[in-house]
Each structure stands twice: as C-alpha cells, then as structure tokens.
Nanobody, 121 residues
C-alpha cells in the first residue's frame, strides 16, 4: 500500500518560515515527479510546486516563486517544501503528491492526507 505522509505544518506569523516534509512508503518515488498542492478554505486545490526525479528541474506557481523551494532526497523517499516570507494568503492545507510514471503529461494519482499551514497577520 502506497502512503504519502506530510509533516511540518503549523501556525506561523506572516513573514515567517516553515518546512514541510513528505515521506513515501510502499514504493519508491525516485523515478517519479513529486509535487505539492494546496487548498485554502472555499477555494479549489491549486498547484504549488513540483520537482523532477533527479531534482534537476523544478516548477513553481507564480504566487510562491522566489519564496518557496522544493527539494527531495531520493534515498529517504522524501520531498520537502521550504516556505519563507509566508503571507496570510499562503494559509491552506498542503498536500504532497507523486506522479504516475515520471513522464509528462504529469498525472497525480498518489496523495497524502495533507498538513495544515496557518499564517497569522
């Protein structure tokens, strides 16, 4: 059974930082893209960032570019999201995801349960 488990969420003041982690079990994701999405209350789930299997390529939503950094450790089957300069509008449940087969177009069948990020102004 494949599981993705996020951690690291919490309450932070605006301008602060948090580091999210997501560890996979049940299979290796070393040949898959990994990503982060988020869903704020009353809004649709939106893309945040993804990273290629070798970590050579990353992609970010415009809203987080320059503030968030995605990285991965394939030996630990773990992906990270370093979030800095957090804004109240970054508050959401953050979900880790793994893609289907490591090739575009990216399809995301594997999801974690989410971790809450709250940003106080």
């Amino acid at each position: 059974q494949v599981q993705l488990v996020e951690s690291g969420g919490g309450l932070v003041q605006a301008g602060g930082s948090l580091r999210l982690s997501c560890t996979a079990s049940g299979r290796t994701f070393s040949t898959n893209f990994m990503g982060w999405f988020r869903r704020a209350p009353g809004k649709e789930r939106e893309f945040v960032a993804h990273i290629s299997p070798s970590a050579g390529t990353t992609s970010y939503a415009d809203s987080v570019k320059g503030r968030f950094t995605i990285s991965r450790d394939n030996a630990k089957n773990t992906v990270y999201l370093q979030m800095s300069s957090l804004k109240p509008e970054d508050a959401a449940v953050y979900y880790c995801t793994g893609d289907r087969d490591g090739r575009p177009p990216l399809v995301w069948p594997y999801w974690g349960q989410g971790t809450q990020v709250t940003v106080s102004s």
